[in-house]
């Protein structure tokens, strides 16, 4: 039996957190992107349903978060028989509706928004979420909460009447090609 120097085994454990890390990232990519896909064709088509009924999108988006919940708990279950990992638990969801809730205490107690304010608001604040979470969980949620962001204000600033199917491209198609390029990771 040979013995390494400390400067070999400082290395070796140097390789071994590098492996840790990178297979932690790749198993929370793979649950999430699961996850953000379903949720990139639910705003799609709320996206698109909005601007096709303007006077029904709060209903829209209500049924679209409700959706999104639900989807969210099936998908944890089939990524939980998979790998043993719930992705979406009772946590994530006291966690989602404070963020909801904050959201609506902002819009609707201390300010009114007009609804194309709040197209731009609910994108932008849930891509904050997104681009925190990238700080801790890896950089292609900030790559998606960053892009999805500077591109509903410059839809804001410059699209016109076709800002809802504009954030149907951006927001939802942002987030499902997030999600597939996580997947990739």
Known sequence: MSRIDPQQAASALSDIDSVARRVRQSTVYQLSS????MWGVLVFAGNIASFLWPRSAGYIWIAV?????????VVSGFGRTR??????DVRMLTAFL?????????????AH??????????????????????????????????GIA????????LIGDWFEPWMALINGG????????????
């Open 113 to 146: 928004f007009t609804p194309r304010q709040l197209a731009t608001f609910w994108p932008i604040y849930f891509m904050l979420a997104y681009t925190l979470v990238g700080l801790w969980v890896g950089r292609a949620f900030v790559a998606i909460g960053l």
């Open 98 to 110: 404070l963020f909801l809730a904050f959201g609506f205490f902002c819009t609707r107690g201390l």
């Open 65 to 73: 978060d409700v959706a999104g919940i639900a989807g969210s708990f």
């Open 150 to 157: 500077a591109l509903t204000l410059a839809g804001y600033f």
């Open 34 to 37: 699961l996850l953000i896909v």
């Open 174 to 185: 942002g987030l499902i090609l997030g999600g597939l390029w996580m997947r990739r990771n």
């Open 83 to 88: 790998t043993g990992i719930r992705s979406f």
